[in-house]
C-alpha cells in the first residue's frame, strides 16, 4: 500500500429530511461552490459531498447553507492521505 499526501478535500456527510426528493437535494449539493461531487449512500447518511478543501470559514459557511437547505444533519470530515492498493 502506498501513501500519498495530495491535495486536500473535505468530505460533508449529509442526512436529508425524510420528506424532500433525493434528487431534489443531490443537485442542490451539486450547485453549491467548491463542491466536487455528490454521492449518494446508504445508512444513517443519504449523500457524501466531495469538496475542496479551502479556508475554514469558507468551509464552515457551506457547511451552514448545506444545513439551511433540504438537510436534517451534516458533519464534516477532512482527508489529509490518500491510500492506494
Request: hydrophobic share 35%; charged share 35%; proline share 1%.
Amino acid at each position: 500500500m502506498t501513501k500519498k499526501t495530495v491535495k486536500l478535500h473535505r468530505f460533508f456527510f449529509v442526512r436529508p429530511k425524510d420528506s424532500v426528493d433525493a434528487d431534489i437535494v443531490a443537485e442542490e449539493l451539486a450547485n453549491f461552490d467548491s463542491v466536487d461531487e455528490v454521492f449518494m449512500t446508504e445508512g444513517e447518511y443519504g449523500f457524501l459531498v466531495k469538496t475542496k478543501l479551502c479556508s475554514f470559514e469558507e468551509q464552515k459557511g457551506l457547511a451552514k447553507r448545506i444545513s439551511e437547505s433540504s438537510s436534517e444533519k451534516c458533519s464534516m470530515a477532512t482527508s489529509h492521505y490518500h491510500y492506494r492498493k
